[in-house]
């Protein structure tokens, strides 16, 4: 993170200076930087600078020693991780466009990232021809196309999202289940041309983007994912997986009737969505906005809380996957549990 010179720093903003005598207060900072004597202005640097400022970075006050010139706090994310990078609205096409027209006139853009169901697992769901008219927008302006199949790869089909979309990108962002359970963050793959430019630690003298993990390509974990992988296909696990999900969805579209409760749920196969406060779909336009989302977060916290009380555990009390190994009995049981719930909700 690079924060910029210490003098740079206003009163009032949330990226602030404090004396050794408030370090009390920088117990709930999200990001502390001690800077030790003779430092000058600079306030921390992961890169050369940081060296030479003679920083360093300290975990917890336990680490706090004398003699430190002043404390940076920091309580958001620097603006200098996202001044390369653009948003449009989910799923739209027009958005998109907008976005890429803008980006052209500062010199391009490198590449669009996307969920290719939309945000979330599909929270927000994108329309059928999203993908693809994504994929013509990159070629027409010269952008890499990156797939999130960090959740749907695997678990829509042998083919991930792309394959279940006819559409191809160039470059596909992988989950844990490419390392079958081993210790692995996940993987990346792609056109043969992009991905010679990612480098490890070998062919040096050719500019490359720097790679590499503890467990980057570790033999054991790789073959413990494409076993995983060709079980999976083997044994067609996303088939299986995505049935038990249209059985839970469907049942709990059954219950939320039956209460006359006003959620929605939905499911693309395994990938099972129940909407109950309704945060994630908020307009930033809305004045009372920043009044309702900890109305509606404390909504949806109480009722994951109460199906995990059940014996339910779900994603954040809006989603939960099912597998093979599901059957009638885990459906029932899930669904006992929903129906529980349900019967104790006032509106």
Known sequence: MIFGLARDYKAGENRTIATPREIASIVNAGFTAIVQKG?????????????????RMVDSLAEVYAGADFVVKVKEIPKECTAHT??????????LRKALEQNEKDGGTAA????????????????????????????????LLIFDEVVTAFRVGPGGAQGYFNVRPDLTVFGKIVAGGFPMAGGLGGRADVMSCIAAGVKAGKKRAYVGGTLSANPLSCAAGYYAIKEIVGQDAARKAGENGDKLCAGIK???GKYGLPFV??????????EVSGVMYLSAADSDIFKKIPERQHNIEEFGAALTANGLVTLAGSRIYTSMADDESTIDETLAAFDDVFANIEI
């Open 112 to 143: 669009v990232l996307l969920e290719p169901f939309g945000p979330e697992s599909g929270t927000r769901v994108a329309h059928f021809d999203y993908c693809r008219k994504a994929r013509e927008l990159c070629d027409e302006f010269g952008a």
């Open 254 to 256: 059954k219950l939320i």
């Open 86 to 95: 653009r948003e449009c609205y989910p799923g739209s096409v027009e958005s």
């Open 265 to 274: 749920a939905w499911n693309m196969g395994s990938i099972v969505h129940f």
């Open 39 to 55: 430092a000058g202005e600079r306030a921390g640097f992961p890169d050369a600078r940081y060296e030479q400022a003679g920083a």
